[in-house]
């Protein structure tokens, strides 16, 4: 009797052929390309993880950081543009020296200076309304070259920045509160401790067409 007999089958059945019996069932072609998938899937979603995460601790941008980035250049880059146009700042019209009133004090403690000084700016075209000694609140107080006092608005300050384009030193520029009754082309002088004496002629020149451009104007460096 075969070994491949059942027992009790008195050798009625057989195997025969050269095909044996499978030991284990086939595995079905679906599951395996179901764990395909999903194994390509959780590696693609750990790799973008993982790419994430040094975004994060590298110090990268988000999408949105960029965006927000993106826009604010492009609204400095419109403000750059409309200040570099033609037109779009005029410069400072200063008035004639003739336009304008000077009160010329001494505010330090060498005498006469007031009165060489006012000599001076009255050779320059400007009138000059009376010199002397400053007031308490000013005399000894003044370390700059000088102390310039003037009305309120842009014709008041281009009237200051004219006087002040005079001066070798640095000056100070004290414009009148809003509302003052200050005439517009007066301007007041304490000279300090820090006065030498007026600015050449092509000092003054260079003075001007600096002290001309408008404060309002971008710096290069902002654009």
Known sequence: MS????????????VTGNQYPRMRRPRSKVRIV??????????????????QLVDVFGGKSTPAKNTAAQAEN??????????????????I??????????NVYNATAKGGLAKDTADEFAARGFKVGTFGNADPEYDRKVKVAALLIGGHGPKAEAAMKLVAAQFKGTTTLKPAAAGSKRATGTVDVMLGKGFTKLSGEKA???????????????SAGSC
């Not at 179901?34 to 750990?46: D, K, Q």
């Not at 019209?93 to 000077?102: D, H």
């Not at 003054?204 to 404060?215: D, G, I, Y």
């Open 3 to 14: 070994m491949l007999t059942p027992p009790g089958m008195g050798g009625k059945y057989r």
């Open 34 to 51: 179901a764990v395909v998938v999903t194994t390509v899937a959780v590696v693609g979603l750990a790799g973008w993880g993982t790419l």
């Open 93 to 102: 019209a200063f008035p004639e020296p003739g336009e304008v009133t000077i």
């Open 204 to 218: 003054v020149e260079k003075a001007l067409a600096a002290l001309a451009r408008p404060s309002a104007a971008p």
């Open 74 to 91: 492009a609204a400095k880059e419109r403000t750059c543009k409309a200040a570099a146009a033609p037109g779009s700042a005029a410069p």
